[in-house]
């Protein structure tokens, strides 16, 4: 029966071209059923439409997330309504009797599932009938006013202008503008002549990301109300031969490789045959032509991730194996690929970039952790399998990334890694230099290359710190000369902003936890004033950081003390650190949570009676858990886009998660073993409401792929069933968060006013 679920799930996200046929009876509308896989009902809803000269059919699964999947044939004759989906073999047969089909769902190599479909209304994702009233979020948005320097709008209104990169070639600057509408448009400007020319416009969907493909095209990304199923688009520098590269519904895309070598294509990776899992196509970035240039044909054991050299030449693949093993294939001869590494998915060994300056095209720089609890970077011979030299390693921090240098026949410039704070570490004699000029002229501040031309003759340079929203600058070597670009918020006056601290301390068990307090003016005078108690998402391998953080200066205007905690299962501490937050979500995870806040309470920053928890995804499933772990801990939490119940968590991931489920089960929790099962009703919010005594305010992205809206409609509904009275907020085009300013204006207004009201300041 498992299979079944496999290929019934695949049917459900593929896309065909419709073809059509009908006849004089009128079926259209939404038409609703159930089929029962083992002994879970799986609703399907055909939506048919009558267009042109004939009929289209489209098809939602809720529980998985899917909507509007085009079928490929709809046929109505007889009172028989034929509806199929034929690469996969997916037909549905019924006959029209009383304003309902009788039929059956039918799948080559399957058992057949009989479905009834009934005449319904398609409404709009969740329980609508429980969001707050616009009326009741603005009362709510009224009681976060006040006479303060700086507005919601200064912390959280997107740019005027962003995303600044140079072409190639230095010729031109591509940058994001805001409108009087608050869309960001994609602006080229020649830096010859200054002329400024608009080349993307944004409507109704988010432009996710933009960059440059080569000298005369630009390549760019966008999805439908927030479900991450990414569409590639490209367009010339002048506006001209705008195209959608991968007009697949239902389909999500990767970027791969850029192919700085080949000018006319880069390298994706599309869900377009199974929407599991990922296989990678060279893609012409004018024509869209597409070659597929491997099979990710096991479902069972599908490649995770595949390793391209800077000529587009697949040299190595990373395949899953049994649910949690990892095998990395490699190849020196193009064709066959031979296993070089047999890991657990716990393990790291991945290949950070081939080593071009070396006459072994074998050698590469890896980053691995096979030997070591943090991860270190070293030279590796991927034929011979052996170390060549450990390049560089942190005793307290993983380390990953570094840069080379195209111009310079790829020399190694510097090693980077997160520690409390960003750290470059320079390497080679000409970045030497350059660190030196950067950090002499910016003392105050973070730095990072954010592009830089292919001849180095143009550095794109971004500045940050904790109260420095962020500045590009333009650094040109000839001439030794820096030049502020765009200062993204000026109106954000550092000397009126939030330090941000790095903190550490230890867990009632003895662990040494790392994380942050952002301290307002009053707490640094010696008052103890109100926390917001601020867990990340993930969980697992994410961390807070240091620098500008709009939420914490935003709370910090308003009196709010913000304490991030880097808790066990947080990434960029070691091996050992990550996997003691395994099997713990919820507990010890939580408890490092609690022993943050009693470490900042016990140093005299915060009033332990005046906290606040809030968060998003894991976050917003901590505020949950707080709220029904110790009840009497906080004043009130802020739930966005939070997981609410593991059980029902776990059945509505993205079907291209699913091959991972034995890796989340590992991470979280598996209910087919009984004892993680009673873990999973103690620590899912949803078993425990009659806990929940404190004011809660929960907010969610109607499309959300990741975290379904059902996780936050069954918490609202059963407190609301309690007489409670929850705010909640739904965006109906957003998915996991919300990215359009209007919304987020909108989220940050009324969490102030809901803190205003249940935290005393």
């Known amino acids: 029966m498992k299979k079944t679920i496999l290929k019934l799930s695949s049917a459900l996200f593929l896309f065909l071209s419709m073809i059509t046929q009908t006849n004089a009876q009128d079926i259209t509308g939404a038409w609703a059923g159930n089929i029962k896989l083992q002994k879970t009902e799986v609703p399907i809803l055909f939506n048919i439409k009558n267009e042109g000269d004939g009929l289209t059919c489209t098809m939602d699964s809720p529980t998985q997330g899917v909507a509007d999947f085009p079928m490929d044939k709809i046929d109505f004759t007889d009172n028989v309504l034929t509806i199929e989906l034929k690469q996969v073999g997916l037909k549905y047969v019924g006959n029209y009797k009383n304003n309902t089909f009788e039929g059956t769902l039918i799948q080559t190599g ?15 994702p969740g329980n609508t009938d429980l969001p707050s009233s616009e009326a009741e979020l603005n009362k709510l948005m009224q ?84 479900n991450e199923n990414y569409h590639l688009f490209a367009v010339n520098l002048d506006g001209s031969n705008q195209a959608e590269l991968t007009p697949f519904d239902g389909v999500k895309v990767n970027i791969l490789n850029s192919l700085k070598e080949d000018k006319e294509h880069m390298i994706i990776s599309m869900n377009q045959n199974n929407p599991q899992i990922f296989e990678p196509y060279k893609i012409n970035i004018t024509t869209g032509e597409l070659v597929q240039l491997y099979k990710n044909d096991d479902a069972a054991n599908p490649i995770d991730g595949y390793e391209f050299d800077k000529d587009g030449k697949l040299r190595g693949f990373s395949r899953l194996r049994d649910g949690v093993n990892m095998d990395l294939y490699y190849t020196t001869d193009g064709k066959n690929y031979e296993i070089k590494k047999k890991l657990n998915w716990k393990q790291t060994f991945s290949i950070i970039s081939f080593n071009y300056a070396s006459d072994n095209p074998d050698d590469a720089y890896v980053v691995s952790n096979l030997d070591t609890d943090k991860t270190e970077i070293y030279l590796y011979d991927l034929k011979e399998d052996k170390v060549i030299k450990k390049l560089f390693s942190n005793k307290e921090f993983d380390v990953s990334s570094l840069r080379l240098s195209r111009k310079r026949n790829y020399e190694l410039d510097y090693f980077a890694y997160e520690g409390e704070k960003q750290e470059i570490v320079p390497v080679s004699d000409y970045y030497k230099k350059l660190h030196k000029k950067i950090t002499a002229k910016f003392p105050k501040y973070n730095y990072s290359i954010a592009g830089v031309t292919d001849e180095e003759d143009k550095y794109l340079i971004f500045l940050q710190s904790d109260k420095l929203y962020g500045m590009y600058y333009a650094y040109d070597p000839i001439k030794d000369e820096f030049k502020l670009l765009y200062n993204l918020m000026p109106n954000l006056k550092e000397e009126d902003m939030a330090e941000m601290r790095p903190i550490s301390f230890k867990s009632r068990d003895g662990m040494h936890i ?26 697992q391998g994410i961390r807070d950081s240091w620098g500008f953080n709009p939420e914490a200066q935003l709370f910090a205007s308003r009196g709010y003390a913000t304490l991030q905690v880097n808790f066990r299962i947080s990434g960029g501490y070691g091996k050992s650190f990550l996997e003691s937050g395994f099997k713990q979500i919820g507990r010890k995870a939580m408890d490092d949570v609690e022993d943050g806040l009693h470490y900042v309470v016990k140093k005299g920053w915060v009033d332990k009676n005046n906290v606040a928890i809030y968060g998003g995804s894991h976050g917003g499933y901590a505020v949950l858990r707080g709220l029904t772990k110790t009840p009497d801990l906080y004043a009130c939490g802020v739930d966005y886009v939070g997981v609410s119940n593991l059980f029902t968590f776990m059945k509505t991931i993205p079907p291209y998660w699913k091959p991972y489920i034995k890796i989340m089960k590992e991470v979280w929790y598996d209910e087919d073993e009984a004892s993680e099962k009673v873990i999973m009703e103690e620590v899912s919010p949803a078993y425990h409401i009659d806990k929940i005594k404190k004011p809660l305010f929960v907010v969610q992205g109607a499309n959300d792929p990741r975290v379904n809206i059902d996780e936050s409609d069954q918490i609202v509904k059963a407190l609301r069933e309690k007489g409670v009275d929850v705010p909640y907020m739904v965006k109906y085009d957003e998915g996991h968060g919300f990215h359009k300013e209007e919304n987020r204006l909108d989220l940050y207004k009324a969490m102030m006013g809901f803190y205003a009201e249940h935290l005393n300041n």
């Not at 399957?110 to 709009?124: G, S, W």
């Open 110 to 124: 399957t058992e057949d599932h009989p479905l009834t479909l009934t005449k319904t209304v398609k409404t709009l």
């Open 143 to 226: 009681k976060g006013k006040g006479d303060f320097k700086y507005s919601v709008e200064d912390y959280f209104a997107k740019p005027k202008a962003s995303a600044f990169s140079f072409s190639p070639n230095g010729a031109y600057l591509a940058y994001k503008e805001k409108d009087e509408n608050a869309k960001n448009h994609v602006y080229v400007k020649s830096l010859e002549t200054d002329k400024v020319t608009q080349v993307i416009k944004e409507e109704d969907e988010l432009i996710r990301a933009f960059g440059w493909a080569n000298n005369n095209r630009l390549v760019y990304i966008m999805d439908k109300g927030g």
């Open 514 to 539: 790392h994380g942050y307090i952002t301290l307002p003016k009053a707490a640094i005078d010696g008052k103890k004033v109100p926390v917001i108690v601020n867990p990340h998402g993930g969980p």
